[in-house]
């Protein structure tokens, strides 16, 4: 009943619009005419009044398939992942060959690579609303791999006709120039060209050009070009970029249509590099006669991206290579395939293996934390700011603070981690030292800063009531959140071991309250099961937790084991985390065994530690 609702008010107001552009139309052909009367240029007026009524039907037209698109999209049920790591394959809404991505990140961006056909443009929109979660949505970057339809219309749809559907902040590629495209005969690409240069008054600020060897993040997607267009390939797939994309520890090769001619130069230019070798490939020109098998064997993907109609996966029509392809791929060992013609799929970034520095003592040297968690091959540090307040000559509580911290970020650039998450001292009222944190973790470059709830009053007493707790605590936070966006860093509460705090589900309710982008939740899973929760309590939490903290314990206190090591149910708990949809890293806070042991036993313990946490990592998707 409110489906049918909402389609009659929609419908209702389209009919209201009419005598709008009807006004509008006129007024803007009076102008024209005035013009032209003035020029004395003789005026069609049939051809105004023709003009005029295709015009309008155009809009209706492109009103109607909006409307028949958001209930598509809202029957498809996409997931907002804004502040996620994840790509969209969008499916082409006519089983026919198009490319559409879309990527969000940790850090709010928003990526797209090409679009589809104009006649997508409805369904693009729709989805990118849902994604976002905008009415509006920004887009912070925009590819074009090259000027087929397939791949362009959309973007010049939106340029031209619906500038007010989105915004974007920059359009990136490397179009051969119009005489490459006369010269080979390809029309499409010709046109498409000259159409981009028509529009490109409307963005001109906003394009950059892409090159070789190019290096550039979008947040925290960093990006190298591998490959731009080639005069000596005649041919536009040839004139398609390649590109790696590096997000959250799961690389990712971008490849458009190219060609064998243009993966033979990329392979002979980056082979050595080790950057063909991703994680995650888009399969180029669709996966038919694309770049050859040497391509593929170097990049050695784990999961499959086929931007491909039903007639090119099964090659209906006899006269393609995806067959082929796909046995090769088969061949090369590829764990997952996702296929647009199944429709539009969500694939989400590898989760990252993180863990505490409070697997070492109180002011342990944190550049040697570093170096012996990057050669052990953690992907990620979860900073311990706790373990750093032992007194006042304590880096972190000094003036230098800030330079402390950046210079452990290019300590562990250079030996190839990175900071994700940091934890800091005392409860969310705990004063300077929470800003200080807020600022440090960004100096660091972590995205996350978790920060203990209230859970006491001032005398001491225990907070039970949970509306009490949620004020208390809501408070407190609202404080932190300037600071929070200035320095780009996330706030995160998490369930403890007291009073209301030991209920996750209020922990969600808190940031349901709160209600800003800068706070979320982590869910610590061995502070539940002491408090009597089992993991599947996340099904029962109003909002699904950014991060986590994994350990484990016999139910009797805060252990904080590996994973095994007590009788928490990780296997409900790895069940639950896919029934809910969580999208984030893997962080460990089993750091006991590893503090309390000599230190020439730390690497052992950390490393059956690591072991540990990829079995979990690889069943949580």
């Known amino acids: 009943m409110k489906t049918t609702k909402r389609i009659l008010a929609m419908l209702l107001c389209l009919l ?13 052909t009076a102008q024209a005419a005035a013009a032209d009367a003035a020029s004395e240029t003789n005026t069609d007026l049939g051809g105004r009044i023709k003009s005029f009524f295709s015009t309008l039907t155009e809009k209706i037209k492109n009103a109607w398939d909006q409307l028949i698109r958001h ?37 709010g961006k928003v990526i797209v690579i090409d679009g589809g056909h104009k006649f997508e443009t409805g369904y693009f929109l729709e989805y990118l609303k849902a994604v976002t979660g905008e009415c509006k949505p920004h887009v912070d970057a925009w590819f074009l791999s090259h000027p087929h339809d397939d791949h362009v219309q959309v973007f010049y749809e939106v340029v031209e006709n619906r500038p007010n559907a989105l915004t974007f902040d920059k359009v990136l590629l490397n179009y051969a120039p119009v005489g490459f495209y006369e010269e080979v005969n390809d029309d499409e690409s010709e046109n498409n060209v000259r159409e981009y240069h028509r529009l490109r008054a409307q963005f001109a600020d906003k394009e950059q050009i892409l090159h070789d060897g190019d290096e550039f993040s979008i947040g925290a997607a960093k990006f190298t070009v591998l490959y731009t267009f080639d005069p000596a390939f005649k041919g536009c797939n040839d004139s398609s970029f390649i590109a790696r994309m590096d997000l959250a520890g799961t690389s990712v090769l971008l490849t458009g249509d190219a060609g064998v001619n243009a993966g033979k130069k990329t392979l002979e230019a980056w082979g050595d590099s080790g950057l063909l070798d991703c ?6 020109h669709h996966g038919q006669d694309g770049v050859d098998r040497d391509f593929y064997e170097a990049v050695s993907p784990e999961v499959c991206l086929w931007p491909t109609p039903s007639w090119v996966w099964d090659n209906r029509n006899g006269n393609l290579q995806t067959l082929e392809v796909r046995a090769w791929m088969e061949e090369l060992g590829v764990q997952k395939n996702y296929v647009a013609m199944n429709g539009s799929a969500v694939i989400y970034m590898k989760p990252r293996i993180v863990t505490t520095t409070d697997v070492f003592e109180a002011g342990y040297p944190a550049e040697q934390a570093i170096d012996r968690l990057a050669a052990l091959g953690y992907d990620g540090i979860d900073m311990g700011f706790d373990y750093w307040v032992y007194d006042e000559t304590s880096p972190f509580l000094g003036d230098g603070y800030l330079d402390w911290a950046r210079s452990l970020k290019a300590r562990a650039d250079e030996k190839g981690i990175v900071f994700t998450h940091a934890h800091a001292p005392g ?14 973790a960004a100096a660091l470059g972590a995205r996350y800063l978790v920060v203990h709830p209230i ?3 001032k005398d001491g007493n225990t907070i ?4 009490r707790f949620i004020s208390v605590n809501a408070k407190a936070i609202r404080q932190w959140l300037p600071k929070a966006e200035e320095c780009g860093v996330i706030l995160l509460s998490e369930n403890i071991l007291w009073g209301a705090s030991k209920d996750p589900r209020v922990i969600a309710e808190l940031v349901k309250a709160v209600d800003s982008p800068w706070f979320g939740w982590c869910f610590d899973v061995g502070h539940a099961y002491c408090s009597g929760y089992q993991p599947d309590i996340l099904k029962k939490c109003s909002v699904v937790p950014l991060s986590l903290h994994i350990q484990d314990n016999d139910g009797s206190g805060d252990g904080h084991l590996i994973p095994g090591d007590g009788t928490i149910d990780f296997d409900l708990f790895l069940k639950t985390l896919k029934d809910i949809g969580y999208a984030g890293d893997c962080v460990m806070e089993a750091h006991h065994q590893s503090l309390v042991a000599p230190d020439e036993e730390r690497d052992a313990i950390l490393a059956r530690l690591l072991d540990v946490s990829k079995q979990l990592r690889d069943n949580m998707r």
């Open 71 to 107: 209930f598509e999209v809202r029957r498809e049920h996409v997931q907002c992942t804004k502040g996620m790591n994840a790509i969209h394959m969008l499916k082409s809404v006519e089983d026919t060959i198009a490319d559409s991505f879309i990527i969000t990140t940790e850090d």
């Open 464 to 467: 039970n009531s949970r509306l």
């Open 16 to 28: 209201l619009m009419l005598p709008l552009w009807t006004l509008t139309l006129p007024a803007q």
């Open 279 to 284: 994680d995650y490939c888009k399969m180029a």
């Open 455 to 457: 859970w006491h009053d």
């Open 427 to 440: 409860e969310a009222d705990a004063g300077d030292v929470i800003g200080r944190s807020i600022e440090a």
